[in-house]
């Protein structure tokens, strides 16, 4: 059986998709009991916006650029994941310049 399927079991893996968006949904829930009663869920996301833009988010970036480079040195990556890791990158980091460029205030 695939996917970390055993029979007679009932014990299944989550795929990567599984576990990040877990993962996320575990990061909102504990940050929202964190907060104040009175938070709106925008504090709760203005704060994950910190944590993903900070030092965490420098560190899982970097760590991403690694990757990809340990990657290339071995012939494994593909210039289709640089680029894809690049864009995301900027995205994440420069989100409130593009937002800045079009005219969206940020709640933050």
Excluded at 59 to 81: E, I, Q
Excluded at 83 to 94: A, D, P, Q, S
């Amino acid at each position: 059986m695939g996917n970390g399927q055993k029979t007679g079991n009932a014990t299944q893996s989550l795929s990567k998709e599984g576990k990040a968006l877990a993962t996320i949904a575990a990061l909102v829930f504990f940050l929202g009991f964190a907060s104040p009663a009175n938070a709106a869920l925008k504090d709760v996301i203005c704060d994950i916006l910190y944590i993903v833009q900070g030092g965490l988010g420098s560190a899982v970036a970097t760590m991403g650029v690694l990757a990809v480079c340990f990657g290339a040195a071995l012939g494994k990556s593909s210039w289709g994941l640089a680029i894809t890791v690049t864009i995301g990158i900027n995205l994440i980091f420069l989100a409130h310049e593009y937002a800045d460029y079009f005219g969206i205030s940020s709640p933050c």
